[in-house]
Nanobody, 124 residues
């Protein structure tokens, strides 16, 4: 089992940047595919980005491609989401998640463990 704790959220103006971090407990972090999802008020949780176990493979939602970058440091048991050129539409609670499977997961149903989330608010 793995426990996930997100940090780095906050309030930023449109066009600004934030970097989210997700720290994982346990000694098997490198065996998980990791993902970031977000949920805006009144909307369903949606996929943002995912990264393979060794960091070599990544995939992004079209809405964030070219603006967000997912990365991981297996030595630090941490996955990151660098968010640039933020837009008001990016306002949401951001969650990291861990998947015990082998392949990149684009659906929230692929993921086995979730963090509590961190709020990102982008003002116009």
């Amino acid at each position: 089992q793995v426990q996930l704790v997100e940090s780095g959220g906050g309030l930023v103006q449109a066009g600004g940047s934030l970097r989210l971090s997700c720290a994982a407990s346990g000694r098997t972090f490198s065996s998980y595919v990791m993902g970031w999802f977000r949920q805006a008020l009144g909307k369903e949780r949606e996929f943002v980005a995912t990264i393979g176990r060794n960091g070599g493979d990544t995939h992004y939602a079209d809405s964030v491609k070219g603006r967000f970058t997912i990365s991981r440091d297996n030595a630090k048991n941490t996955v990151y989401l660098q968010m640039n050129s933020l837009e008001p539409e990016d306002t949401a609670v951001y969650y990291c998640a861990a998947d015990r499977g082998l392949w990149l997961g684009l659906s929230r149903h692929n993921y086995d463990y979730w963090g509590q989330g961190t709020q990102v608010t982008v003002s116009s």
